[in-house]
């Protein structure tokens, strides 16, 4: 625009120069303000961390009581296993009757693998013909048997036990070995 055209400018349009009356009271009561905002979220801000420390040590001692409770279940489960050791201990040993000795074994081993089935531990039964799992089958040694194909279960030594989808122990096996190359029994 040309200078002759230009309108006058109103007061408060004016930009305000430092210093001018009544900026300082208002740039203080702002700068009170913003300083109380910031106390008040500093403030909350450390109860939000307190509450979160607080929920972490919460929740670690829930664990721990939870771990601890199962455990205590688990050996009230196992006491009467105790008391059918206890029973077999407590027969005259003078007697020689085996058989009476191998019934109280069974009972016992019959009532230890019921509480562990009521646990949710699941016995892991191998069989000579398996084709060997290394996720449920450990292999102790390569022993070759008859019809038995190469990697496949040829002996069982013990059983294995899982846990839902966990192997607490594999069942510990022999695998058959692949023929040698160039034996009569190698396919080519």
Excluded: C, W
């Excluded at 407590?90 to 069974?106: F, I, Q, W, Y």
């Amino acid at each position: 625009m040309p200078p002759e055209e230009q309108k006058p400018q109103r007061e408060q349009d004016r930009p305000v120069e430092p210093g001018a009356p009544g900026q300082a009271s208002e740039l203080s009561s702002e700068t009170e303000a913003l300083q109380r905002d910031r106390d008040e979220l500093f403030e909350r801000l450390q109860r939000v961390s307190a509450d979160y420390a607080n929920y972490i040590k919460r929740s670690t001692q829930n664990l721990s009581d939870g771990i601890e409770f199962a455990k205590g279940d688990l050996m009230k489960q196992l006491i009467p296993v105790l008391d059918h050791f206890e029973n077999a201990m407590g027969v005259e040993p003078a007697s020689d009757d085996a058989k009476a000795l191998r019934d109280g074994v069974k009972i016992v081993r019959d009532e230890l693998l019921k509480v562990m089935q009521m646990s949710g531990v699941e016995k892991i039964d191998a069989s000579v013909g398996d084709t060997f799992d290394p996720t449920i089958h450990e292999a102790m040694l390569r022993q070759p048997a008859e019809g038995v194909k190469a990697n496949a279960v040829s002996m069982v030594f013990s059983p294995g036990y899982r846990f839902g989808k966990r192997t607490l122990r594999p069942a510990k096996v022999a695998v058959a070995p692949a023929p040698a190359p160039g034996s009569s029994d190698s396919k080519e």
